[in-house]
């Protein structure tokens, strides 16, 4: 090699090695970003029991000088390590069973080795569940008239994940009877053509660390027999009418279902159902038994109550306006969602309360007038109350002792 030679790669050499250093000094002052810092094996939120493996990890762009592990606000396990990496891998043990069931925090504090000496601090909340599940149901055994709800209480021993009740093979969930509550609750709605006879629930209760508990109870479904109506027969020219201005039935029942997976999870009432017009007299009971020329032999699963045209009709629980429209059978028709599924329905309106789709209304709200809208030979409402979509007998919710 030339004496040129050397000297120029001797120059290149020094003057790279200049840029590094230049570099690296300027990265020193200048680094502001703060330790990224990832924690492996726990997650904000969640629940745990035993003993809980975990590591703390980085690949920060510049090197970290140290990290520090709090528990409940205490230095923990390693307490503070020098790392002095930019890449490291530290792990840790929690043993649950020495910390109190409930709510804690790790907290992890790390700072780079720059100027700036760059700082981070994470926070993690964790709920330590050591606690063995204990539930039960209020009651086991039950008796029930088909169209009828099921009303299932349970108490547990801890707030719960998630609990499900199988009956006559459809599945219900429980949910808590108040916000934070360990008393949970169902309604399970039994249809009227439901065979009747010994049926079986089962419940699944599930907490936040997996554990599971089964439990069962039994159902006897009691043969409710349903009066036989007198048909009636509605004008030609007033169905012509109605479908020339309505939109057919199936419409609602593909809306409801719908809506129905939009169900708020947690109920919008509380108390009793109050009946949604004065009474002057029912003019169908719940579930009766009709035959009419236009619609055949159907069982009619709401009740009618006869009153004056224009009368006002309320809501009868607080909830939300999901359906306001004309139907050919239920003429002008609001339905209500008052949570876990649980809607009632008002037909045959004169006219609409000052309401829209969405709204909240208050048990008491006027919704509209009632009239002989739709399939109707006379002024009334119709009055259906709805349990996932199954029609039920909307007066056994107006009784205090159903809840
Ligand atoms: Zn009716």
């Given at each position: 090699?030339?004496?040129?030679?050397?000297?120029?790669?001797?120059?290149?050499?020094v003057?790279?090695?200049?840029?590094?250093?230049?570099?690296?000094?300027?990265?020193?002052?200048?680094?502001?970003?703060?330790?990224?810092?990832?924690?492996?094996?726990?997650?904000?939120?969640?629940?745990?029991?035993?003993?809980?493996?975990?590591?703390?990890?980085?690949?920060?762009d510049?090197?970290?000088?140290?990290?520090?592990?709090?528990l409940?606000?205490?230095p923990?396990a390693f307490?503070?390590?020098?790392?002095?990496?930019?890449?490291?891998?530290?792990?840790?043990n929690?043993e649950?069973?020495?910390?109190?069931?409930?709510?804690?925090?790790?907290?992890?504090?790390?700072?780079?080795?720059?100027?700036?000496?760059?700082?981070?601090?994470?926070?993690?909340?964790?709920?330590?569940?050591?606690?063995?599940?204990?539930?039960?149901l209020?009651?086991?055994?039950?008796?029930?008239?088909?169209?009828?709800?099921?009303?299932?209480?349970?108490?547990?021993?801890?707030?719960?994940?998630?609990?499900?009740?199988k009956?006559?093979?459809?599945?219900?969930?429980?949910y808590?009877?108040?916000?934070?509550?360990?008393?949970?609750?169902?309604?399970?709605?039994?249809?009227c053509?439901?065979?009747?006879?010994?049926?079986?629930?089962?419940?699944?209760?599930?907490?936040?660390?997996?554990?599971?508990v089964?439990?069962?109870?039994?159902?006897?479904?009691n043969?409710?027999?349903?009066?036989?109506?007198k048909?009636?027969?509605?004008s030609?020219?007033?169905?012509?009418?109605?479908?020339?201005?309505?939109?057919?039935?199936?419409?609602?029942?593909?809306?409801?279902?719908?809506?129905?997976?939009?169900?708020?999870?947690?109920?919008?009432?509380?108390?009793?159902?109050?009946?949604?017009?004065?009474?002057?007299?029912?003019?169908?009971?719940?579930?009766?038994?009709?035959?009419?020329?236009?619609?055949?032999?159907?069982?009619?699963?709401?009740?009618?109550?006869?009153?004056?045209?224009?009368?006002?009709?309320?809501?009868?629980?607080?909830?939300r306006?999901?359906?306001?429209d004309?139907?050919?059978l239920?003429?002008?028709?609001?339905?209500?969602?008052?949570?876990?599924?649980?809607f009632?329905?008002?037909?045959?309106?004169?006219?609409?309360?000052?309401?829209e789709?969405?709204?909240?209304?208050?048990?008491?709200?006027?919704?509209?007038?009632?009239?002989?809208?739709?399939?109707?030979?006379?002024?009334?409402?119709?009055?259906?109350?709805?349990?996932?979509?199954?029609?039920?007998?909307?007066?056994?919710?107006?009784?205090?002792?159903?809840?």
């Open positions: 090699m030339s004496a040129k030679l050397k000297v120029f790669f001797v120059s290149l050499l003057l790279s090695l200049g840029f590094w250093i230049g570099s690296s000094i300027y990265k020193y002052f200048s680094y502001k970003q703060s330790p990224k810092i990832i924690l492996v094996g726990l997650k904000g939120g969640d629940h745990y029991m035993g003993n809980v493996t975990c590591f703390i990890k980085s690949d920060n510049y090197k970290i000088d140290d990290v520090s592990l709090f409940d606000d205490k923990f307490g503070n390590k020098k790392v002095r990496a930019k890449k490291f891998e530290i792990p840790f929690i649950t069973e020495q910390l109190e069931n409930g709510q804690h925090s790790l907290i992890i504090e790390a700072a780079d080795s720059s100027y700036n000496r760059n700082k981070s601090k994470d926070t993690w909340i964790f709920y330590v569940d050591n606690k063995p599940l204990k539930s039960a209020l009651q086991s055994e039950f008796k029930v008239d088909q169209g009828r709800t099921l009303h299932v209480k349970l108490q547990s021993n801890k707030i719960l994940e998630k609990v499900v009740a009956v006559l093979g459809d599945f219900y969930d429980f808590p009877e108040e916000k934070k509550s360990t008393l949970y609750e169902c309604f399970i709605p039994l249809d053509e439901d065979n009747d006879g010994d049926h079986l629930i089962e419940v699944e209760v599930q907490d936040f660390v997996k554990n599971k089964k439990l069962t109870g039994n159902i006897k479904i043969k409710f027999n349903f009066p036989r109506q048909g009636f027969s509605i030609k020219s007033k169905l012509d009418e109605e479908k020339e201005i309505s939109m057919n039935n199936k419409i609602l029942h593909d809306a409801l279902d719908k809506w129905l997976k939009n169900s708020p999870k947690e109920k919008m009432w509380s108390g009793p159902f109050e009946t949604p017009t004065v009474v002057q007299w029912i003019a169908t009971q719940f579930g009766e038994i009709r035959t009419t020329p236009e619609r055949g032999r159907y069982l009619h699963k709401a009740i009618d109550i006869a009153n004056r045209p224009g009368s006002v009709v309320w809501a009868s629980q607080n909830g306006i999901i359906i306001k004309r139907y050919v239920s003429g002008n028709t609001i339905v209500i969602d008052h949570g876990l599924g649980v009632t329905h008002y037909y045959h309106l004169e006219d609409f309360a000052d309401i789709v969405g709204d909240f209304v208050k048990k008491g709200n006027p919704v509209g007038k009632l009239g002989m809208t739709g399939y109707a030979t006379g002024p009334h409402l119709h009055w259906g109350l709805y349990v996932n979509n199954v029609a039920v007998d909307p007066v056994q919710w107006t009784k205090k002792s159903f809840f």
